[in-house]
């Protein structure tokens, strides 16, 4: 049994090796070092879910964390548990199919795991690195599908902030259209303006790929990056919502992302696989190369910066934010379908040939209906994103036009639009 597990183990480690140039996590777990079996060394039981063994898994973390760092083995089963936070040097490997359920009561946000220490200090500058959370085997499951939307819940599989060198790999999420994306990247909280000489300020040297989500919200997605540095994506996958969500509208002092590449970002019946949209962060260099979308509103979608109400009252200086020039998505393919998450506001910029082809979503603010384009170029100049190799699929209308900008959007005012729409329906106003 142990030269089984072992061969196994350096199995995964000889594949997960092989990683692309592009990737920033350095493989560091040690095939000949510590490994524990959650079932076996710390009474993890297999109850269908029933039972919160969050303090389990957390001891088993602790413990393995406190010995210096090492693996973890989750054996199949179905589990449930939260709040669980990962320590520098340890490796969590969970086998296919294994499915986590949450530790999540009605009306609170909770997050299964957390990339970050445990300090309560918002200018305290500690930080983790050198973990992993990874299918063995194959991939494991993250399974709140059976939530019931409300406005006062989320619901995060993977919160990553103060952590450096860290690796999410094989993870499927399977949501409800949930509040917040499966898993989010962000900044440190601290308020101190001036923290060069920190190591770690956000989520920092890290991969994520051949990961899922099943029925993202339209407002969320897979993953968000509100703050991170140095992260490789690679191989993602999103049904609903935004696969890759560079939408960096999280307040604070530190909201920014830089020197991010992905490669093989798909989207289905979903807003976009990448979206780009600055708010008032100040952002770095973003590649990506490879982008395709079923049945979404685009393929790509690159906003304008511009200052939440939040942020001005919390900065009266706050100015609308933009990525470096010199950014680039190249490869670029968009299939249409009649099955894309739009929101209501752009509804200027739906053919009229497709109004009887809208309906609305369970969440008001968004239709379900026709593919409108490839990408949609909203920057005007306020920053400059390099686009190359667009193809376009099944369109009828917008197949001549790669790029959309606001001056393809028809003139008016949107909810005047919108009310009409309702009208013409029979659709009464609420």
Known sequence: MKNTLKLTLCAAIL????????????????????????????????????????????????????????????????????????????????????VIRPVWAVGEKTVVFLMDTQATDKDDRSFIENVSIRGLGGPFIVDYSDWKREESGGIRAIL????????????????????????????????????????????????????????????YGLVQLHGARSIHFEDLYARGGVTLRLETGALGEHTAVFDISAKNIVCENGRSAVMLGPHSAVNGIVHVDGVTARSCAYAVSIGLGGVKKQELARNPEATNGRFADGCSIKNIRAIFGRDAQIKTHVILAVPKAYYDDLRFFEDPKFFIGPSIGAVKDSTEGGYRVDID???????????????????DTR????????????????????
Not at 184 to 209: C, F, N, Q, Y
Not at 411 to 430: S, V
Request: glycine residues 8%; neutral net charge; charged residues 30%.
């Open 160 to 219: 990553c902030k103060m952590v450096r060198n860290f690796l999410i790999a094989d993870l499927e999420v399977r949501d409800n259209f949930s509040t917040y994306c499966g898993v989010t990247l962000t900044p440190t909280r601290t308020r101190i303006k001036d923290i060069s000489d920190w190591e770690v300020t956000r989520a920092t040297d890290g991969t994520m790929r051949n990961c899922r989500i099943i029925n993202a919200s339209p407002g």
């Open 389 to 407: 190799n667009i193809t376009l699929e099944g369109f009828t209308h917008n197949a001549d036009k790669k790029i959309l900008t606001p001056a």
């Open 411 to 430: 003139p008016g005012k949107w909810h005047h639009e919108l009310r009409q729409w309702k009208a013409d329906r029979g659709i009464e106003e609420e």
């Open 15 to 98: 594949i997960l090796g092989s990683t692309n140039a592009w990737a920033d996590y350095k493989e560091v777990m040690d095939p000949a070092g510590l490994t524990k079996n959650l079932k076996v060394d710390f009474g993890l039981v297999d109850d269908g879910a029933k039972a919160d063994q969050s303090e389990t898994v957390q001891r088993a973390i602790d413990d393995v964390g406190a010995a210096g760092g090492g693996r973890i083995i989750m054996p199949v089963g179905t589990y449930r548990f939260a709040r669980v936070y990962l320590k520098s040097n340890v490796h969590l490997l969970i086998e296919k199919d294994t």
